[in-house]
């Protein structure tokens, strides 16, 4: 059954970037069907979109976001990672991982990892 | 950017009511509409995909349907087991521009 988990530090300061990752258990990230994902929620908020990455690299990410994001895979270790710069308090959300079936359903997500911005 | 207008925000019913949520988009998307459950402190679930495809496992209780720019999600009896908000989320563009509805908080009265 397939398992992801999100992990990375709680409590970023402003300005400086954001790091999570996503290690996939249970199947396989070199699929040709999966894509994967980076979703996020604000306290209070509706849900985000921040970007999709293939096993090879090819990536689409939020216009809104995109000046400020990178997303990158590891199929030797099984992980995706999230890279959010320059970030704000307006960044703080729970952040979740997520596999795609294709490009456009999130069919399997993980639990997601709550990020904080404050000094 | 497509978006996705959902309503009610919240909404309280009784066990065994049937509870129905729309969304509107603000354009044509076919029948590119996925619906999630999000409790708290778990991983969310896909419940139905393609606008009326319930996902393999999801009890028969949950359905969607509607096409183009006007979608309903329906759970027919409602259950103590259901208390979630749930979101709609369109893939109309391409490249993808994935954006959810704002999400409907579901109680039991």
């Known amino acids: 059954q397939l398992h992801l988990q999100e992990s990375g530090p709680g409590l970023v300061k402003p300005s400086e970037t954001l790091s999570l990752t996503c290690t996939v258990s249970g199947g396989s990230i070199r699929s040709g069907t999966y894509y994967w994902g980076w979703i996020r929620q604000p306290p209070g908020k509706g849900l985000e979109w921040i970007g999709t990455i293939f096993y090879t690299g090819t990536s689409y990410y939020n216009p809104s976001l995109k000046s400020r994001v990178a997303m990158s895979v590891d199929t030797s270790t099984k992980q995706f990672s999230l890279n959010l710069s320059s970030v704000t308090a307006a960044d703080t959300a729970v952040y979740y991982c997520?596999?795609?079936?294709?490009?456009?359903?999130?069919?399997?997500w993980g639990q997601g990892t709550p990020v904080t911005v404050s000094s | 950017d497509i978006q996705m207008a959902q309503s009610p925000s919240s909404l309280s019913a009784s066990v065994g009511d049937r509870v129905t949520i729309t969304c509107q988009a603000s354009q044509d998307i076919n029948d590119y509409l996925n619906w999630y459950q999000l409790k708290p402190g778990k991983a969310p679930k896909l419940l139905i995909y393609d606008a009326n495809h319930l996902k393999t496992g999801v009890p028969s209780r949950f359905s969607g349907s509607g096409s183009g720019t006007h979608f309903t999600f329906t759970i027919s009896s409602l259950q103590p087991e259901d208390i979630a908000t749930y979101y709609c989320q369109q893939y109309g563009d391409l490249p993808p521009r994935l954006t959810f509805g704002g999400g409907t908080k579901v109680e039991i009265k």
């Open positions: 997520a596999r795609l079936d294709g490009l456009y359903v999130f069919d399997n």
